[in-house]
């Protein structure tokens, strides 16, 4: 090729690469592509220059037409050959110009015209797709092909190109190893060609977009393990090759933390958390490169954003912990078992000497100074289940501070939904602590500040639009009233004799739990105020609930009006046979609510009794 035309098609193809570089938001308000169409054109251009497919690469590619486009990612274990003279080169720079066609098309959103001219790029490079001249330019266009199969819905075709470029990937570093070409090399004088420190900063960066988009694939297809393993080796060869943009890998990692938590990982979790703390801290304090975000500094709204989503990990992290101490020291009512607690304290120095040593180096992210960095943030917090009071405060209070942190952005005017969960997750927050605490005022005082968080909200919700989340704060509001009840009647127990004040602050308290109740029982109502003859599914146990403690409830009014506690006596045993009669018609629910059934036809079985020996003591006094 003469020197003129190959000075022109360098010079059109390094101008079609600028143009592509062009951000959307650059270009004219009705024409966002309009650089994209004329990189389409230049490069075009390029490809008319360099002439048709040679000879002996046109027969071996109609060879091979038979095969679909699924066949390109599945012809591995791949043979080195080598691009050798001037056939396979020219192979090799249309190669790369179809492949640029075919991100352009699919940048302009032509995905089928994409697809088209990133088939053609693998077909071409197939023979040397393990040479160091052809691996890089091949791992991408599979890769664009899995994101575009994935946007398409066809998991399984993404899943395997993307598959096939991690293979390939093993395959060439551990049979060649030296870093390949950037596929814009093959444009480049040879005096301009990037040094091997710089090919392999970009062939890792190739792979760690594998890697990411495999993550992706396993996450849509709830292989969630597989998912979480790709996405920590994301994480992790992004910081180690200093590619990455800090607010997108801090929120990565928060939401990776939550994978954990589900597992009961907390070692795990704690450290995603504190490292998605140390490195969303560098947002606008690291240098910009072509992998952080020109703008990054300048979005504060979604700085708040993703500062506020990373809180929300955080508080779930407090949460489970301390929720999951609980379930493992209740007894079968729900009150600390002393017994489990001395087992639990006696596990701990075995939990400490194997996990410390083993799981700790499986999920480390970050060497040196940034390893310092978020072990200074982990130190700072437990990552074992509080075992007392003063343990649990610690993560209570760690939470808290997330709470309001979160609550900065996420505010009821605008985030409804958001505000909702994370003053739902604040009363959790405080009824969970309440479990440690053995002082009963200082407990009736945690389910007193639940409730002073959480009445405000029905207020303020439309219940036509948010039934569901109405229907939850109901439910919880009058549980956190029933709970307060119960410790106002153990504390009145202790007392020889209970004052006219406390009869009546435990029948306020229980008029309240009634009235919640009660206004979650009429949510399930229909239109005509008729309650359901079947319960959903999704309520059931909720509604089974709350009629069996409405029926306690009723039970438990102090009176000194013997035709008054009658009442409540008989009102109390209706509920208690609604729940005896429904699971009789639907066995199904007496699976949701063993415990509460049994007592319920204990109930059924002795209030008639009571209520008779009532009418007899009535009818003689």
Request: hydrophobic fraction near 40%; proline fraction near 4%; charged fraction near 30%.
């Amino acid at each position: 090729m003469a020197n003129t035309a190959w000075a022109e098609i360098r010079e059109k193809f390094q101008a079609a690469l600028a143009l592509s570089r062009v951000e959307l938001h650059k270009n004219p308000e009705k024409e966002p592509y309009k650089c994209k169409y004329g990189a389409r054109v230049l490069l075009e251009e390029v490809k008319a220059l360099l002439g048709p497919v040679p000879e002996d690469e046109d027969e071996r590619l109609q060879a091979e037409d038979g095969l679909g486009a699924e066949d390109d990612a599945l012809q591995l274990p791949a043979e080195v050959v080598e691009v050798e003279g001037p056939i396979a080169q020219g192979a090799v720079r249309l190669a790369v110009i179809e492949f640029y066609l075919g991100v352009n098309h699919i940048d302009t959103e032509e995905l089928s015209a994409g697809e088209e001219h990133l088939v053609k790029c693998l077909r071409l490079l197939r023979k040397y797709r393990l040479s160091q001249d052809c691996v890089s330019l091949y791992i991408l266009a599979q890769n664009n092909l899995g994101i575009l199969w994935s946007e398409r819905e066809e998991i399984g075709t993404a899943q395997a190109y993307l598959e096939s470029s991690e293979a390939l990937y093993n395959q060439y570093m551990k049979e060649i190893g030296s870093p390949p070409l950037d596929p814009t090399e093959h444009f480049l004088p040879e005096e301009e060609k990037f040094t091997e420190q710089e090919r392999s900063k970009r062939f890792e960066k190739v792979y760690t977009h594998n890697l990411y988009y495999l993550a992706q694939v396993y996450q849509h297809m709830e292989m969630f393990e597989k998912a979480a393993h790709y996405c920590h080796s994301t994480l992790k060869r992004q910081l180690e090759h200093n590619a990455y943009h800090p607010i997108e890998w801090a929120i990565n990692a928060a939401t990776l933390s939550q994978f954990y938590i589900n597992k009961l990982c907390f070692m795990e979790a704690r450290h995603c958390l504190s490292a998605a703390n140390v490195i969303f801290g560098q947002t606008g304090k690291i240098p910009i490169t072509d992998d952080t975000a020109e703008a990054e500094g300048d979005v504060p709204e979604l700085y708040h954003q993703r500062k506020g989503e990373i809180a929300r990990c955080w508080i779930k992290y407090c949460l489970t912990l301390m929720q999951n101490a609980q379930l493992s020291m209740q007894d079968n009512i729900g009150e600390l078992d002393l017994d489990k607690q001395s087992e639990l304290r006696a596990l701990r120095k075995k939990e400490l000497d194997e996990e410390e040593s083993v799981r700790k180096k499986a999920v480390q992210f970050g060497t040196g100074e940034l390893c310092d960095a978020i072990s200074a943030v982990e130190e700072k917090v437990s990552y074992l289940r509080p075992l007392d009071f003063d343990e649990a405060r610690e993560l209570f209070l760690l939470g808290q501070h997330y709470v309001f942190e979160a609550k900065e952005f996420f505010q009821i005017d605008g985030y409804v939904t958001d505000h909702i969960e994370v003053v739902q997750d604040h009363s959790a927050l405080f009824k969970v602590l309440a479990f440690f605490e053995t002082d009963m005022e200082r407990r009736c005082k945690m389910h007193k500040r639940r409730i002073a968080m959480l009445e405000p909200l029905i207020v303020d919700l439309n219940p036509q639009y948010y039934l569901l989340v109405n229907r939850q704060i109901q439910f919880e509001i009058a549980h956190a009233y029933y709970d307060m009840m119960d410790l106002k009647v153990a504390i009145a127990d202790k007392l020889r004799d209970p004052d006219s004040h406390i009869v009546k602050k435990i029948n306020n308290l229980n008029k309240s739990a009634l009235k919640y109740y009660q206004l979650f029982l009429d949510s399930l109502r229909d239109p005509n105020k008729v309650f359901p003859e079947h319960i959903g599914e999704d309520v059931l146990r909720p509604a089974m609930l709350a009629k069996f403690r409405v029926a306690r409830l009723y039970g438990k009014i102090i009176t000194s009006d013997p035709k008054k506690e009658l009442e409540n006596l008989a009102t109390s045993l209706e509920h208690y046979k609604f729940i005896v009669d429904y699971c009789e018609k639907h066995p199904e629910a007496a699976q949701e609510i063993e415990v509460e059934l049994e007592l319920s036809k204990e109930m059924v079985s002795l209030l008639p009794t009571k209520m008779e020996r009532f009418r007899t003591k009535m009818a003689l006094a």
